[in-house]
């Protein structure tokens, strides 16, 4: 509880006494001020950022499931099949991780330039104009954010198949169960405390995320995240910044609830 | 597996937790940079100057600019016997405003004598209206005289009290002539097709929306609601037909010379110091913007350590070093000739130099423009933000 009230409630509180807050910088007072929350529900052309909300949601969204894809096959083959090597490759997925977040980011600049083999590739094989590019585009965020976060889905996915005792697999087997019919009566199923945490682990954190719209996106892709930067940093703007981040983390938490009475909560703790 | 902690072992091992994890942000508090700043009224053994990165000459420009001599900072440590030490920390106004403001509003010095902040963005005349800035002591700085006319009476410090010109630069237009012909105007930049998809512009409301009021044929430095809906709806425009990429900060030079961009809105020193010979740079037919970075002082600093550095930079000799090292422009009056007597090539080049006909077509940007909350809050929207 101590650990709760410090890290949390404690900077929670600060929070949203200044998103009640009015005034222009530095002088802010408390003046229960909730016009600040009404007014950035609003749709962007009466001043509100309703859209960069929306937007936010269903990139993470997309991004969860892209990482959800492609992670679960590969931690799969790890758990299951890699064997003495299994250490190594979950060494290949950490190991972006030692790289900075904006380096890894950046990287995809160079990934997905105009000039770069990706574009290239894909405009001969005529899946891009000639003219087409992936950089400035929903794509290239979209993949900037799953890529920055599968090892959030990787990760806890890998321990859930690793902890599932392959002699439930035999077992399965006796009882004449084809491999696929017992991945999705045996290994599935217990594999789904990872899943659900993997994916929480993903979608919370892409949900807040701004970096990756910030450079390999347009204005057109620009989420809550970049709105929340720019009004504390460029209009020293902190009661709206805070008003921001309390609805983000409100309907993130209201998602939360959501998704757990979907799972059921002894998927949680598997 | 798990082993059950009790709940006394959690207690105690989280409070050494949290003492071991608070204990270098504690030091943090201490420290606050490296000695120096007081109030003494005589100039410390140290200076500490923040300042942004190729801002300043180095042992590796001075060469290339073909010039025999130390760096101006060790000029200045050799005549004074103050060691200068130089953070380059400062990559955007914002940023380094959002680092610093908590302490200066608390009245607390952030460990540096010197710090510079650019005259068109907001947060120059914020540190000056917030008092978090000390006044220069003139009588250290004789070579005040040699500041040039039009920098004297600048409106968020007329007299000059708190702050001295750093670096000047100009906004204009930049291409890459492997990916495009010249483009020599803003119109062609917001409108050419064959750019679509291809242009840079600003982040910073006073450098692009400038040089789309020179343009549209409006000046810059008043700034009324309607010239200022003509400048944001011909953004919005090129926004939304796709024409522009992205809006840049620091970051739009390399993009430029990888070709990913055809032609961006850029700022002289930073295609001079590129030296990449398929790039090209321009003042923009219907005018370009000046802008100043200039040097304060914040609490907590030593004014007069700061005012002996001030001073010896705006000697025109060391002015003239300094300009031929970093290729902005100095605000010293005689330095071009200095210059010349340096190194008659370098001197002759006209992006660090500019002729009085380029400084007339310069313009500066209006602060109530770049200060009016209605008008950033638009400015954010067009950028999606």
Redesign the interface.
């Known amino acids: 509880m101590?650990?709760l009230a410090?890290f949390f409630l404690v900077p929670m509180g600060f929070l949203g006494y200044q998103s009640l807050q009015s005034g222009?910088?530095?002088h802010f007072h408390f003046t229960w001020e909730f016009s600040n929350y009404w007014n950035v529900l609003h749709s962007?052309h009466d001043?509100g950022y309703r859209e960069?909300y929306i937007r936010s949601f269903v990139y993470a969204g997309i991004a969860t499931a892209a990482c959800l894809v492609l992670a679960y096959p590969l931690v799969y083959w790890i758990a299951f099949r890699a064997g003495p090597w299994r250490n190594l490759f979950l060494l290949f997925i950490v190991a972006p991780f030692f790289v900075t977040y904006l380096v890894r980011t950046l990287a995809w600049?160079n990934i997905l330039?105009?000039?770069g083999p990706v574009v290239r590739i894909l405009r001969d094989v005529h899946v891009l104009g000639p003219?087409g590019?992936l950089?400035?585009t929903t794509f290239a965020v979209v993949s900037g954010i799953t890529y920055n976060f599968f090892p959030f889905m990787a990760l806890p996915i890998y321990v859930s198949l690793e902890q599932i005792d392959a002699r439930l697999l035999e077992a399965a087997k006796d009882l004449y169960a084809s491999p696929t019919r017992a991945f999705f009566r045996v290994t599935l199923p217990l594999s789904a405390p990872g899943i659900v945490a993997g994916t929480l682990l993903t979608f919370i954190p892409a949900a807040g995320d701004f970096i990756n719209a910030y450079f390999l996106g347009?204005?057109?892709?620009?989420m809550i995240g970049?709105?929340i930067?720019?009004k504390?940093?460029?209009?020293?703007?902190y009661p709206t910044a805070a008003a921001l981040s309390f609805i983000l983390m409100g309907t993130i938490m209201v998602m939360l609830l959501v998704y757990a009475r979907i799972v059921g909560t002894e998927k949680l703790t598997g | 597996m798990n082993q059950a902690m009790t709940r006394d072992q959690l207690l105690r091992r989280g409070a050494a937790g949290l003492t071991v994890l608070s204990l270098p942000s504690l030091l943090a508090a201490c420290g606050g940079g490296g000695g120096g700043g007081g109030t003494s009224s005589k100039p410390n053994d140290v200076l500490n100057f923040a300042n942004w990165p190729y801002y300043i000459d180095t042992p590796a420009t001075l060469k290339k600019a073909g010039i025999d001599r130390p760096t101006t900072l060790k000029q200045f440590e050799a005549k004074t016997g103050i060691k200068v030490n130089y953070y380059v920390e400062i990559n955007d106004n914002p940023g380094y405003f959002a680092k610093v403001e908590g302490r200066l509003s608390q009245g607390d010095g952030i460990g540096r004598d010197i710090i510079v902040s650019t005259d068109n963005d907001k947060f120059l005349g914020e540190y000056i209206a917030n008092k978090w800035v000390q006044k220069l002591d003139k009588s250290l700085i004789p070579n005040i005289k040699n500041l040039i006319p039009a920098q004297q009476h600048p409106p968020f410090d007329p007299n000059r009290d708190y702050s001295l010109p750093w670096a000047s630069g100009m906004d204009g237009i930049a291409w890459n002539e492997k990916v495009s012909d010249p483009v020599t105007s803003v119109k062609q930049l917001l409108e050419d097709p064959k750019l679509k998809g291809r242009v840079g512009v600003w982040n910073t409301m006073g450098d692009t929306l400038g040089l789309v009021l020179l343009e549209n044929g409006d000046d810059p430095a008043k700034v009324t609601d309607a010239s200022f809906n003509r400048a944001l709806a011909r953004i919005k425009k090129a926004v939304d037909s796709g024409q522009i990429l992205k809006f840049y900060g620091n970051d739009y030079a390399p993009v430029l010379a990888k070709g990913d961009l055809a032609a961006t809105m850029a700022w002289s020193g930073d295609i001079a110091n590129l030296a990449d010979p398929h790039l090209h740079w321009v003042v923009p037919d219907q005018g370009g913007i000046i802008w100043t970075d200039n040097m304060i002082i914040p609490l907590g600093g030593s004014v007069p350590t700061a005012s002996t550095y001030m001073n010896f930079m705006y000697g025109p000799e060391i002015s003239a070093q300094w300009a031929l090292g970093a290729n902005y422009i100095s605000s010293v009056t005689g330095v071009k000739q200095a210059a010349e007597n340096l190194d008659p090539k370098a001197a002759s080049n006209t992006l660090t130099f500019p002729t009085s006909q380029t400084l007339s077509q310069m313009h500066q940007n209006d602060p109530a423009m770049l200060t009016s909350k209605k008008y950033e809050k638009e400015w954010l929207a067009v950028q999606g933000q």
């Open positions: 101590l650990w410090i222009d910088f530095p962007n001043g960069q600049l330039a105009n000039e003219n590019r950089l400035a347009t204005p057109n892709q620009q970049n709105v930067q720019a504390f940093l460029q209009s020293l703007d």
